[in-house]
């Protein structure tokens, strides 16, 4: 309803300004609705927001083999780490559009090259993988290098930080929309900044991010965010989700 106020009385103006030929500056200046506030402070999530990880438990997330509630991935410093071997994880929420910060980091120890390197992997709505892997001097294709949707779009550019430092993924996402027959009727978009560089900007995603073969699209509702056990030690911290 206030939208439809704004939208009528905007029009309103629009329509005396042509009769009246000049706008005053308080024509085009809103009151409401008035934004909601959110508090934030550095190095924490803004007061809204879900932490996924505060640093202590795992309790958002379960396992993504079994559905267990208490993934066996090793929680220490205020940080978790994949456990090569026990599969990915997933947040027990599900989420449609949303914001979402989280940090990461390849070994320090450098083991393997290419895929084989600080390989994980975020997972859109369990579905669509941001590629997380270790981007410092390691060679790969390009659509499956960090900050990559894996196979579907290289990132623009390579925000590289050594083996063993942080990373940082901010991420805006929309999902796909499909009609009541499961027919697409919008592609989903992802934002990612990595590193506080931008990397995807609004990227349309084509389908399911696939190891062999096509995207495929398929409809789906709300889905959880994923991390991937792709066998390698990558550790993460500080994750938080605002849902939009
Ligand atoms: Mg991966």
Redesign the pocket.
């Known amino acids: 309803m206030k939208r439809q106020f704004i939208l009528i009385a905007l029009l309103g103006v629009a329509g005396m300004a042509s009769a009246q030929t000049k706008f005053q500056p308080q024509d085009t200046e809103f009151y409401e609705p008035v934004p909601r506030v959110v508090s934030t402070k550095a190095n924490a999530a803004p007061s809204d927001a879900i932490v996924l990880f505060d640093g202590t438990n795992l309790n958002a997330w379960v396992s993504d083999k079994d559905g267990s509630t208490s993934p066996q991935w090793t929680i220490a410093n205020n940080t978790f780490t994949v456990k090569p071997g026990t599969g990915g994880i997933q947040t027990k929420q599900t989420f449609e559009d949303f914001q979402l910060h989280i940090e990461w980091k390849s070994p320090e120890l450098i083991k393997g090259e290419g895929?084989g390197r600080g390989?994980?992997?975020l997972f859109l709505q369990g579905i669509y993988?941001l590629?997380?892997?270790d981007n410092n001097n390691n060679k790969t294709y390009t659509n499956?290098q960090a900050g990559s949707i894996?196979k579907q779009r290289p990132p623009l550019v390579e925000a590289r930080k050594a083996a063993g430092e942080w990373h940082t993924y901010d991420i805006v996402y929309t999902a796909p929309r499909f009609n009541k027959d499961g027919h697409l009727i919008k592609k989903g978009t992802v934002t990612v900044l990595h590193n506080g560089v931008l990397v995807q900007n609004n990227t349309e995603l084509e389908g399911t991010t696939e190891f062999i073969g096509l995207p495929k699209m398929k409809a789906h509702g709300a889905g959880p965010i994923g991390l991937?056990d792709?066998g390698d030690l990558v550790s993460f911290r500080n994750i938080w989700i605002r849902p939009l």
Do not use: D, V
């Open positions: 895929q390989n994980s992997g993988e590629q997380i892997l499956g894996y991937q792709h």
